[in-house]
């Protein structure tokens, strides 16, 4: 932690700034979690110690509640897991992932103290809880947990004060971090990483976290790297310049984005971006071509974004049913209708698109989902910072899709631009990152291939495809299954 040092940052409290310039790509810091649980909805699909998603998972053979990918995954959890173990034995169920992660946390703090390590720069008692801020509703559903707890946790425990506990609640209810599957690509559970929380958020930030596995394959646990975040720069950052990431997604409105902080994070985000409304004219405006806005008056565009708006309720009832065709009928005439009026960064207008492009692809229209995924990327680009996450996904999923259709100079194009963000957002030995490389020298291969005889090349991809037909895409998910926000929060 000696690129880091703790600060009062005006109007925000305490904070991190940088004690050395970094360039785009640095890790800052990395940190383990003081303790992590898979969300209560995948408990048997994901392993509850790497975090990987698995067909096949074994049971606990003791509490029947904890599930690994293996022996090896099943020791290497077991520290976390031992307490866990004869708790939920005794307490007869299973509680919720607050309750099990809280518990987690104090039988740490209990066992190791409240400082872990060295390179810790805050105890989990300076951490923020904002009870004081919570709404009615909210209080009543913390206390219920509470109480929950009080019955879960085991006599043979250190027992804690009501205001110990209600405290460590506080805290993970605003600082729980999103964990990711180990490619970075679903929110599987929910983590406690107290430097990440001295972090303060930023609308356009200067830096990011991914959470990295790390090595978890090799059969003798003593080679498995911990689970960890890694704080990553976006660009030059100078000496003494605080660190900051973005709490909420920057395709939110500025006012929606104001209004999430304020009832998530308990705070006002006073940041550029919100305060000028930076880009909000462009996220709902009206089609614009070389620069200059076209004939569609401001009538026509609020008519158009409200029918878009409801177009996209419509949808995603059909997507929650299962109809991807009704799904694909709603959009088409959404974009037919709105098109031609709303702009092509309309945050409306962009998740139809991208909505089309993963259903078709579902469905294997694999020509109309890469022109839709294209003009998704367009859009992206104009409103993201050139190294956002979301954007380089984006277009690692429009460079897939473009390659499915055959369109492989494009294809090439966009793998490689989201390799390129990629390895500034999660670095060379993410498996999301290894994907790509070996997806980029593939493309790379075949573009060759392409440039030297066009009519070979396609005769080679037909000849291939019908001895391996194409396998049903997976399922598209639904927006909210995606990590959107960095931090955790119960719904």
Not at 223 to 228: E, K, W
Request: aromatic share 8%.
């Amino acid at each position: 932690m000696e690129n880091v040092a703790v600060f009062d940052s005006p109007g925000k409290g305490r904070g991190l700034k940088a004690t050395k310039e970094f360039w785009a790509g640095d890790v800052i810091f990395s940190e383990a979690s003081i303790s992590a649980v898979v969300f209560d909805s995948l408990t048997e699909r994901i392993c509850h110690s790497c975090f990987r998603r698995q067909d096949k998972l074994q049971r606990c053979g003791q509490c029947k509640f904890a599930h690994y990918c293996d022996r090896t995954c099943q020791r290497a959890g077991w520290a976390e897991h031992k307490q866990e173990c004869s708790a939920i034995k005794a307490y007869g169920s299973v509680p919720n992932e607050n309750i099990r992660l809280v518990a987690r946390i104090m039988w740490r703090v209990d066992k190791d103290g409240s400082l872990l390590s060295d390179t810790q720069l805050t105890t989990l008692e300076e951490l923020e809880d904002h009870i004081a801020d919570m709404q009615e509703d909210e209080l009543k559903e913390f206390k219920v947990d509470i109480h929950n707890f009080l019955d879960y946790w085991p006599r043979t425990s250190k027992q804690h004060t009501i205001d110990d506990i209600s405290h460590v609640f506080g805290v993970i209810n605003c600082n729980g971090f999103t964990v990711s599957d180990q490619r970075g690509l679903q929110a599987v559970g929910v983590g406690l990483f107290p430097n990440l929380c001295l972090v303060n958020h930023d609308c356009w930030p200067n830096c990011t976290v991914i959470l990295n596995h790390g090595n978890q394959s090799a059969v003798n646990t003593l080679f498995h790297s911990q689970r960890r975040i890694e704080l990553r720069s976006l660009g030059k950052i100078a000496e003494g310049e605080e660190l900051t990431v973005s709490y909420v997604d920057y395709m939110n409105l500025s006012e929606e984005r104001q209004r999430l902080l304020k009832t998530q994070y308990f705070f006002d985000c006073t940041c550029e971006h919100c305060k000028n409304r930076i880009k909000d004219d462009i996220k709902l405006g009206g089609k614009v071509e070389d620069g200059v806005k076209v004939c569609p008056s401001e009538e026509q565009v609020k008519e158009a974004t409200d029918y878009c708006f409801q177009m996209l309720e419509k949808m995603d009832q059909a997507r929650l049913k299962g109809d991807y065709h009704e799904v694909v009928k709603i959009c088409r005439d959404a974009i037919e209708k709105t098109e031609p009026i709303l702009a092509d960064t309309h945050i409306y207008l962009l998740r139809m698109w991208s909505t089309m492009s993963e259903v078709q692809a579902y469905l294997q229209y694999f020509d109309e989902a890469a022109e839709y995924a294209r003009k998704m990327v367009d859009g992206y680009m104009k409103l993201y910072h050139s190294n956002n996450a979301a954007l380089g996904m984006a277009a690692m999923r429009a460079g897939v899709t473009h390659w499915q259709a055959g369109q492989i100079e494009v294809g090439h194009g966009m793998i490689c631009k989201a390799y390129a963000i990629l390895m500034v957002t999660h670095g060379p030995t993410h498996p999301i990152t290894k994907d790509l490389e070996a997806m980029r020298m593939q493309t790379e291969m075949e573009l060759r291939m392409f440039k030297q005889n066009e009519y070979v090349y396609h005769s080679m991809r037909e000849a291939a495809l019908k001895n391996k037909p194409m396998t049903m895409m997976h399922e598209p998910k639904s927006m909210e299954e995606g990590i959107k926000n960095l931090f955790h929060r119960r719904k």
